[in-house]
């Protein structure tokens, strides 16, 4: 199956500071990737929608100012927290589809800590 | 999008087959049944893809009714490493920007 790539897997910040996570996918050109958020023993929330060369949709409550999302080209997708607070820390998940890929794939995920 | 319903948690002794059953009663003519796992720390892994009758691959079963109302996940013999959380999704197949969306899942736990 298609793969999907994110780095890095583990990241810790001070509170303040900025962090970019990628995401990319490996054999297959992704023309829209997705963003999620999980908080422990909870279940994957959508923070947005990206398609290659366009803006982000972002979800509602999701602010887009904060959480800048990057779809440059169609293998790399880059999600940057700005000013990084302790409620921020979660587990951060990328997705992609693409032309001839019908499941949504996704990466394993970023663990930020916000100190 | 169609809704889903499925049991929050579910316990199992090694070696027994599994069934997880999700309610869908507002699917819709297009929407195809997709069974996602996740494990602690990792994203989800695609499982099993219906949209009707029956389904099988090397790791599961999918038992999907006339109706298509509800969808079954069948893990045959579960291993301790079969615990995780299983999410059952309802959508088009190729929805190009439309995103899945997660319910809560259910929770598998196998012990030995």
């Known amino acids: 199956g298609a793969v999907v790539s994110q780095h890095p897997s583990r990241v810790i910040c001070k509170s303040g500071t900025s962090v970019k996570i990628e995401c990319r996918s490996l054999d297959f050109q992704a023309t829209t990737m997705f963003w999620y958020r999980q908080f422990p023993k909870k279940s994957l929330m959508l923070m947005a929608t990206?398609?290659?060369?366009?803006?982000?949709?972002?979800e509602q409550g999701v602010e887009k100012d904060k959480f800048l999302i990057n779809h440059a080209s169609l293998t790399l997708s880059t999600l940057t927290v700005t000013s990084a607070h302790p409620e921020d820390s979660s587990f951060y998940i990328c997705s992609a589809r693409g032309r001839t890929v019908y499941e949504q794939y996704f990466g394993p995920g970023t663990r930020l800590t916000v100190t | 999008l169609a809704k889903t319903t499925q049991p929050i948690s579910m316990d199992s002794y090694e070696g027994q087959e599994v069934n997880i059953t999700c309610s869908h009663n507002n699917i819709a003519t297009n929407d195809y049944i997709t069974w996602y796992q996740q494990f602690p720390s990792q994203g989800p892994r695609f499982i099993i893809q219906?949209?009707?009758t029956k389904v099988t691959n090397e790791v599961a079963s999918l038992f999907i009714p006339a109706d298509r109302k509800s969808s079954t996940l069948s893990l045959p013999r579960v291993s301790l490493s079969d615990t995780a959380v299983y999410y059952c999704?309802?959508?088009?197949?190729?929805?190009?920007?439309?995103?899945?969306?997660f319910g809560k899942g259910t929770r598998l736990s196998v012990i030995a």
């Open positions: 219906g949209y009707k």
């Open positions: 999704l309802v959508g088009e197949r190729n929805s190009g920007n439309t995103p899945l969306v």
């Open positions: 990206s398609n290659e060369g366009s803006k982000a949709t972002y």
